[in-house]
């Protein structure tokens, strides 16, 4: 059975994050909001915490060991700092990590000691289709082979800094009725058209693309796992848990200010959290967090064990979505009519958390 103490080097882990989160990430996310952009330097200081490379063996150049769980750890510090600068720095993940976990010998060796490097990494995944029934086990974007190619035709919504990147993981069926595989892509090729930078409710920091590829030629080598392909249900999940967390970290920090402006705030003489429905609605919201917390622990602790855990952590992952909506509406009705203006940031974390079940169709990090 697993434990709910942190051992020594995870709370080191959380104390960085949540340090970085603290000071770089607060500071700014309404800035970068506004501007519709995330200045280099917060990625870059962002990246030297190595929270990739930790994950990635020594043998490709990293420093550690994977383990979704202290991922997830981490992924909720970061989303409580803010949640589009969190997606933007941990873009990298979407190749590393399902290279390490699917990955053959060969593309370990070429691609993984590209992520154990000094500078951010300009590499990106493409999975999420624009279609009402989008189905990740079948795509709309198709992979045929052609001699020793793959040629790829389709279409992809909300790539994260497809603009400027030089690798994208593609996600196509492979054959006409062929299962989900996902090829390495050389984001140069002319036949790889980003469109506009996308306008969401929420993540306006974030830029994301649709992407058209247009019979790409990629070496059948590039498919991921080679002969084998992928195990798409074990890259799913440990994506879905990890949104989830960051859907943990983005309640936790509506929560917190809520509660913190409920005990400034004073109505009729006394504080708003003296009042029976405002202090029942903090509690609410406090037991919901943890709640959330403890299944996307769970999932990750069972995923890290090698035990099945498909069920688990798409519950975990969809709860913690439900709960950051609820979480951050709550927030906004705590602060009245000042949770509907700019100067405080509830109303942007309302609008980001309605996009976290977006997310959920498309693999993050």
Known sequence: MYSFDLNDEQRMLTDAVNRFARRSLRPVYRQAEERRSISPEIIDAGWELGLLPASLPEAFGGFGDYSILNGVLYAEELGYGDIAIALDLLSPNLVAIPVLQCGNKRQKETYLPLFCDAEHPRATAAFLEPNICYDPTDLNTSARLQGD???????????????????????????????????????????????????????????????????????????????????????????????????????????????????????????????QSIAFMLADMAIEID?????????????????????????????????????TDSAVQILGGHGYIREHPVELWLRNARGITSLLGAVIV
Not at 168 to 195: C, H, K, M, S, W
Not at 310 to 323: E, F, G, S, V
Request: hydrophobic content about 45%; proline content about 2%.
């Open 149 to 275: 190619s793959y040629i790829l035709w389709g279409q992809k919504t909300m790539v994260i800094n497809a603009e400027g990147a030089d690798l994208i993981l593609v996600y196509a069926r492979e054959g006409r009725a062929g299962q989900t595989q996902a090829f390495l892509v050389d984001a140069n090729d002319p036949r790889v058209v980003v469109d506009r930078r996308e306008q969401w409710m929420g993540f306006n920091a974030l830029q994301t693309y649709s992407v058209e590829f247009e019979g790409v030629s990629v070496p059948k080598e590039n498919k991921l796992g080679g002969k084998n392909g992928i195990n798409l249900q074990k890259i799913l999940n440990s994506s879905r848990i990890a949104t989830g967390a960051l859907a943990v970290g983005l309640a936790r920090g509506a929560y917190e200010y809520a509660k913190d402006y409920a005990k400034d705030r004073k109505a009729f003489g006394e504080p708003i959290a003296y009042r």
């Open 291 to 327: 709640a959330a917390r403890l299944l996307i622990w769970e999932a990750a602790w069972k995923l890290d064990e090698e035990k099945e855990a498909t069920h688990d952590a798409y519950l975990a992952a969809q709860y913690a979505a439900d709960m950051a909506l609820k979480i």
